[in-house]
């Protein structure tokens, strides 16, 4: 079974520009959630959806934003980037919320 | 709030020996704790899941325990090698059960095994 693939694998920016990525769970998992990851913040969450429903959000600023289609592909977007932005984005697939997360390879984004 | 501790940050051992890492977190209600390793600038890969209910799991040469009531868990790891240096994360969710899928992760131990 294919594991959680997330496109693309990496990305530059400039300030000011938005972005849009990309995650697919494994086959038949419904939850998906996102995760930005910064040497100076670690793992942190941004949001989850579960069945094309956004359950749960992060920390974060309006900026950040994401949704789930019906097959359980989800995608974040994060407009108006800052310098701050820089991570790796992590997305994370689970067949129910009480299951096991699987991660993703990540996608990491340079803003410059 | 929960917050979930890592110590040591960085631990350098020889090949061979058995070795424990240690986890931390504040709030005892947690539905389950998930430890974690990462290869430099890759993703998470998974290494075992402990629901709040257990003990401990075992995969391999892969032991971890789980204390709720102590707030603590540990990671053992048998007959260390060279293929297992990595980052090792330790999350928990808290104890909502099916309501989110929220982890709350440690800052990590970076794990050096020398040949």
């Known amino acids: 079974k294919a594991g959680v693939t997330q496109t693309p694998r990496y990305l530059i920016k400039t300030r000011g520009q938005q972005v849009t990525l990309s995650c697919s769970p494994i086959s038949g998992h419904r939850s998906v959630s996102w995760y930005q990851q910064t040497p100076g913040q670690g793992l942190q969450f941004l949001f989850e959806?579960?069945?094309?429903?956004?359950?749960n959000k992060g920390n974060f600023p309006g900026r950040f934003s994401g949704r789930q289609f019906s097959n359980s592909r989800s995608e974040m977007n994060v407009s108006t980037l800052e310098l701050g932005d820089s991570a790796l984005y992590l997305c994370?697939?689970?067949?129910?919320?009480?299951?096991?997360?699987?991660f993703g390879p990540g996608t990491r984004l340079t803003v410059t | 709030k929960q917050e979930v501790t890592q110590i040591p940050a960085a631990l350098s051992v020889p090949e061979g020996e058995n070795l424990v890492l240690n986890c931390s977190f504040t709030?005892?209600?947690?539905?389950?704790l998930q430890w974690f390793r990462q290869d430099p600038g890759k993703g998470l890969t998974s290494l075992l899941l402990i629901q709040s209910s257990q003990r401990e799991q075992t995969s391999g040469r892969l032991n971890a325990s789980l204390d709720k009531s102590s707030g603590r868990s540990t990671l053992y790891i048998a007959a260390s090698q060279p293929g297992d240096s990595a980052t090792y994360l330790c999350a928990v969710k808290r104890g909502y059960g099916g309501a989110t899928n929220k982890l709350i992760f440690g800052t990590g131990t970076l794990l050096a095994v020398q040949p």
């Open positions: 959806y579960f069945s094309e429903t956004q359950r």
């Open positions: 709030d005892s209600a947690i539905y389950n």
């Open positions: 994370a697939s689970s067949l129910f919320s009480a299951n096991e997360q699987y």
